[in-house]
């Protein structure tokens, strides 16, 4: 299993940015694929994630300013971020679960900082 996420970045306040992670060696459709992120000092959290079968959940802290979507012509996720705040600074974690045997993988950390 392969999960290679791409679109780290330095952004001011208020920005966009989007992340993407492309899996390769999984079903696609039989994954929930999200987002965790962990910021300096605090402990990773689940940040998004989107079901194959098109449900996807949020922390409260990004409702209304992410959105998690998946291609499932291209296997991969992505992640758009609008109106970012400093307190979204963090190393953003892809991860893959497989729906029946539960098993995870992780793709490495992007890191996306947000200037104040």
């Known amino acids: 299993v392969q999960l290679q996420a791409s679109g780290r970045g330095l952004v001011q306040a208020g920005g966009s940015l989007r992340l993407s992670c492309a899996a390769g060696?999984?079903?696609?459709?039989?994954?929930?694929l999200g987002w965790y992120r962990q910021a300096p000092g605090k402990q990773r959290e689940l940040v998004a994630a989107a079901t194959g079968g098109g449900s996807s959940n949020y922390a409260d802290s990004v409702k209304g300013r992410f959105t998690i979507s998946r291609d499932s012509a291209k296997n991969t996720v992505y992640l758009q971020m609008n109106s970012l705040k400093p307190e979204d600074t963090a190393v953003y974690y892809c991860?893959?679960?497989?729906?029946?045997?539960?098993?995870?993988?992780w793709g490495q950390g992007t890191l996306v900082t947000v200037a104040s």
């Open positions: 060696g999984i079903i696609f459709g039989l994954n929930t």
């Open positions: 991860y893959a679960r497989h729906q029946f045997s539960g098993r995870e993988s």
